[in-house]
Structure formats: C-alpha cells, structure tokens
C-alpha cells in the first residue's frame, strides 16, 4: 500500500482510539509528511477540525509555493469545507481512500482543476462502514445532516 | 448599522490589536449570537481560522436544524474554504460587510440557494484597504497568494 495513504489510515485509526471519528489525513510536499490529522468532532468538540483541516492545520504556515505542489491524501472524500481549503491553498492532488460511504465535493475539486485520484481501499471502506453502522447519529453531524 | 455587523466589525478590530488580520465573524440564531470569531492566522499561527470558521468553531457543536436557521454576518466576503464550510452545514443566508477589497466564492454559494447579501460598509471597507496597504505579503498568505 502507499505509504502516505496508511499514514493517513493509521490517523484514522488513532482517531477511532481516542473516541474519535475514524478519518485521516496527511499533506505531503516533495514525499515528505508536512502534516497529518485526524477528525476531531469529539476529542475536541470541533466543528471544523475535520482530518484534512487538523492535517492543513498541523501543517503549520507555509508558503503558497509549497501548498501548489503538495499532495492531500485522505482516507474519506472530502466534504464541502476541506474541498474549499483546498481550493483556497491551491493544493493540486488529492488522493482519496474511498468514496463509497460517503461522496464529497469531488466535482467541485475536479471543476478547478485539481486532481482527483479515488483508490476504494478495502480497509478505509471496511473503517468507515462498521463506524457509520455503529455511530449513525455523530455520523450525521459531522458532516451536517 | 445592524447590530450583528457591529458585532463582526468589533471581532475584527480586536484582532487588529491583537496584531492579527482585520476579519470578524457572527453566526446568529433567532435574534441571538450563538458565537463570535476573527481571523486567528497571526495570533494562533492558524492556517483554518478565517473569521467565519472561528465564529462557527466558537458556536460549539450545534444540531443540523440550528444551522440550517442561523444567518452568518462577515465582514469580508467569504474565501472558498469558509464558503465551503457554510455549505457543509447549510446556512442559508449570509451577510457581507464587503466584497470590494476581496471577492469570495459567493457564486458557488448563490448556486447552492444561500442568500447573500453585500452591505459594502464604509468601515469594513476601509479596515481592509487599510490593512491590506500596510501588510501585503500577510493578507496574501491569508488567501493562499
């Protein structure tokens, strides 16, 4: 497997330890870890730590050159906010774990001419289905249903 | 002037002399300020907290419906990542101090059905241009230029 793609799993799966909602995140530049996250709905009561935003956030602030040839990898599509992140820092590549359980703004990401790359990993898939199943009504609130 | 406005304007100058970028935020439910917010890139390093994301952070976790009745006041017209995140939790209507000094996404929010409205306030113009004169290489961090 890409190793980017289970460092962004094992966010997930730290986050799912702490009590968290299992999604992961990390920001590579030149294959190098800028930044990793996980959603912190309930770790820290956030509403706008998703992974890809603590992943950005952690990240620290960097100049926009760096930002415009970096990669986002994500365990899960993503939704509306971090799509917008994206395009604010004109990050060019995500790579997305699975979109099956949940579809985000893909095609607002695509529009803008960022590339989109969907692996439909089993164990993302398999993480996200069993917490979904498991935590129907923290689900919907993360992502403001 | 609106006294919501008048409460997002004085967001703003409090991070102005906290040293940070001129921005503030309310989201109001029902006549009532659920949370209040400004620009942290400076005072907290922060790369996510615009004022909008700030306010909304501020708020605390809220249920769909709360949202989906709130109106979020801003001084400044809302870059793609805080569009985003209005779209994430479906606030329906937005109200802008201005949108001279920077034009935000607030097409994508009229294709999704939000109400935007831009007032173009004196003050809230002349807080931007004044900042944006005095630390051009800061305020183009802060929008990802």
């Not at 994206?86 to 359980?101: M, Q």
Request: with cysteine; charged share 25%.
């Amino acid at each position: 497997m890409d190793k980017f793609l289970k460092a962004a799993i094992e966010q997930a799966q730290k986050g799912r330890k702490e009590g968290g909602i299992p999604i992961g995140s990390v920001l590579v530049h030149q294959g190098n870890i800028l930044g990793k996250g996980h959603n912190r709905r309930v770790q820290n009561n956030s509403v706008i730590l998703h992974a890809e935003m603590d992943a950005l956030e952690n990240a620290g602030r960097l100049p926009a050159k760096v930002y415009r040839e970096s990669v986002l990898y994500t365990t899960l599509s993503p939704c509306p906010m971090c799509t917008g992140a994206i395009l604010l820092y004109k990050i060019p590549k995500i790579i997305i774990g699975e979109n099956t359980s949940f579809m985000g703004a893909e095609n607002l990401l695509k529009d803008h001419g960022v590339e989109v790359i969907v692996l439909n990993d089993e164990e993302c898939i398999q993480m996200m289905n069993d917490f979904i199943k498991e935590n129907p009504g923290l689900w919907n609130e993360d992502i403001g249903e």
